[in-house]
């Protein structure tokens, strides 16, 4: 009897521990399909998540080509506008030097004229003179078949003007003359005068050379100073 008792016993517990094994195997079983199943959804989530800002970065980057799409005309314009405000600017400057290059011209012109005028009128005028006052337009009759008795008063009076214009006439060849000619001669070295002055590049040249004079006058007194 206590043989069969036993034998019962350890098949009762072997029976228990196969129950038992068994129970864990589900169990086991039925957490990993859980897990499995957990895991399943996790992925699912996290490809759900990456898949959202995916299709948000997309619609962000669609939205912000559509717009930059849009404002390429109004950007064109923009361009367009700065480049025909510069044009007209350029066009501006352009015509204001060319009318101010006409301008200085027109000036050395009217001031060539004036001294061309100063110095070369009055030779002129004066040859005209001497040539209206000299023999050359008395006739040349106008003393022949005279005898030396014959004394003619109107004679006498031409003669004594004829001596005068001479008189004037040597004067004013003798000494005017050389004066005016001297005058007109200077001409030729006015005009270039008034080529440099008019003009902006001598102007700039001359500016130079003063700023380079007072430089060294002043690096002069500092060494003096110094010294």
């Not at 009897?1 to 129950?19: A, F, G, K, V």
């Not at 005309?73 to 405000?85: A, Y």
């Not at 030097?97 to 070369?120: A, D, E, G, M, N």
């Amino acid at each position: 009897m206590p043989n069969r008792q036993r034998l019962s016993t350890i098949l009762n517990d072997h029976n228990t521990n196969r129950y038992s094994s068994n129970i864990i195997s589900r169990r086991f079983s039925e957490s990993n399909s859980k897990s499995n199943t957990n895991v399943f959804k996790l992925t699912t989530q996290e490809r759900s998540i990456s898949t959202c800002p995916r299709h948000s970065v997309t619609q962000y980057a669609n939205g912000m080509i559509r717009s930059s799409c849009a404002s390429l005309p109004s950007q064109t314009r923009n361009i367009n506008g700065t480049n025909q405000q510069r044009r007209a600017v350029f066009d501006f400057e352009h015509a204001s030097r060319f009318l101010q290059s006409r301008r200085r011209v027109v000036k050395l012109l009217i001031t060539l004229v004036i001294v061309f005028f100063i110095t070369r009128l009055p030779l002129n005028i004066l040859s005209i003179y001497i040539d209206i006052t000299s023999d050359t337009y008395i006739p040349e009759d106008a003393y022949k078949n005279r005898t030396k008795l014959e004394y003619d008063p109107d004679q006498g009076a031409a003669q004594s003007l004829y001596v005068k214009n001479t008189d004037k006439n040597m004067f004013l060849v003798l000494y005017v003359n050389p004066i005016f000619q001297l005058f007109s001669l200077s001409n030729s070295t006015i005009n270039p005068l008034c080529y440099c002055v008019m003009s902006r590049a001598f102007k700039h040249i001359f500016m130079i050379f003063q700023q380079k004079i007072r430089r060294s006058r002043k690096k002069a007194s500092s060494l003096t100073l110094v010294q």
